[in-house]
């Protein structure tokens, strides 16, 4: 009889701790390839943005909102994240993917530029502890560094989780005989479970770091470079099935 209390007790627990890790999750995933003009398109952006949120629809916790193209203006973005995120309690995970141009300064967005100060403002609004941006953009590794005498809002007073593509000097990789960018490819792999190496259906921040960082500088031949970047721990959630 004691035993069966104990076992109880322990089966409580256990679906306590479930609970307590089932956050929702809030995407807004962004892809930007035909830029107005011919001169600036791109070949796989679009379909980077379709593929993560694919990944994340598969979660039946998740939400998520699609910006594609001409979809994809800086007032769109920036809206929709807003009306997504805000959604979002202290325990729940808001996503940021942005795939497109990238500047030193923050992404290109259809109609104008999307600076890493107007992300920045618009996830310190929203009450999730547990924030993440994930860009496949050239430079992308510039948003590491605040600017000055802009905000002062900071990557770490926001607690956020930048998961970036490349290094500040680097641009990002795309082969058009691949279905997405290297990051991207290497992304959804992990996200997916590839980076869950002990198999508890959580994908912290540490595990897809190293594969996703592992993946992009084989594929890249060592070119690219990813970095996360930020003020969290590395047994952050970022993803659970």
């Not at 869950?196 to 031949?221: C, H, M, P, W, Y």
């Given at each position: 009889?004691?035993?069966?209390?104990?076992?109880?007790?322990?089966?409580?627990?256990?679906?306590?701790?479930?609970?307590?890790?089932?956050?929702?999750?809030?995407?807004?995933?962004?892809?930007?390839?035909?830029?107005?003009?011919?001169?600036?398109?791109?070949?796989?952006?679009?379909?980077?943005?379709?593929?993560?949120?694919?990944?994340?629809?598969?979660?039946?916790?998740?939400?998520?909102?699609?910006?594609?193209?001409?979809?994809?203006?800086?007032?769109?973005?920036?809206?929709?994240?807003?009306?997504?995120?805000?959604?979002?309690?202290?325990?729940?995970?808001?996503?940021?993917?942005?795939?497109?141009?990238?500047?030193?300064?923050?992404?290109?967005?259809?109609?104008?530029?999307?600076?890493?100060?107007?992300?920045?403002?618009?996830?310190?609004?929203?009450?999730?502890?547990?924030?993440?941006?994930?860009?496949?953009?050239?430079?992308?590794?510039?948003?590491?560094?605040?600017?000055?005498?802009?905000?002062?809002?900071?990557?770490?007073?926001?607690?956020?989780?930048?998961?970036?593509?490349?290094?500040?000097?680097?641009?990002?990789?795309?082969?058009?005989?691949?279905?997405?960018?290297?990051?991207?490819?290497?992304?959804?792999?992990?996200?997916r479970g590839?980076?869950?190496?002990?198999?508890?259906?959580?994908?912290?921040?540490?595990?897809?770091?190293?594969?996703?960082?592992?993946?992009?500088?084989?594929?890249?031949?060592?070119?690219?470079?990813?970095?996360?970047w930020g003020?969290?721990?590395?047994?952050?959630?970022?993803?659970?099935?």
């Open positions: 009889m004691r035993m069966k209390r104990i076992l109880f007790s322990l089966i409580c627990i256990c679906l306590f701790s479930l609970q307590s890790l089932a956050q929702n999750i809030y995407l807004v995933s962004v892809g930007i390839a035909d830029y107005p003009g011919t001169e600036n398109d791109l070949t796989l952006p679009a379909k980077d943005a379709e593929t993560i949120q694919w990944i994340y629809q598969k979660n039946q916790k998740a939400e998520t909102i699609l910006l594609i193209d001409a979809q994809a203006t800086r007032s769109n973005v920036l809206s929709s994240m807003t009306r997504i995120f805000n959604k979002a309690s202290a325990k729940d995970i808001i996503v940021l993917f942005f795939s497109g141009h990238g500047y030193k300064g923050g992404f290109v967005g259809y109609d104008a530029m999307i600076t890493y100060q107007d992300i920045k403002k618009t996830m310190a609004k929203s009450a999730a502890k547990n924030k993440m941006i994930f860009a496949d953009a050239c430079f992308s590794g510039k948003m590491r560094e605040p600017r000055r005498n802009s905000s002062n809002i900071s990557p770490s007073s926001l607690k956020v989780m930048l998961f970036l593509s490349s290094r500040e000097n680097e641009v990002s990789i795309e082969s058009p005989s691949m279905k997405n960018g290297f990051f991207t490819t290497c992304l959804q792999r992990g996200l590839g980076a869950d190496v002990n198999r508890d259906r959580i994908i912290t921040a540490k595990e897809l770091f190293e594969f996703v960082s592992q993946g992009v500088k084989k594929l890249s031949r060592d070119k690219q470079h990813p970095v996360m003020k969290f721990s590395d047994s952050m959630p970022v993803m659970i099935w």
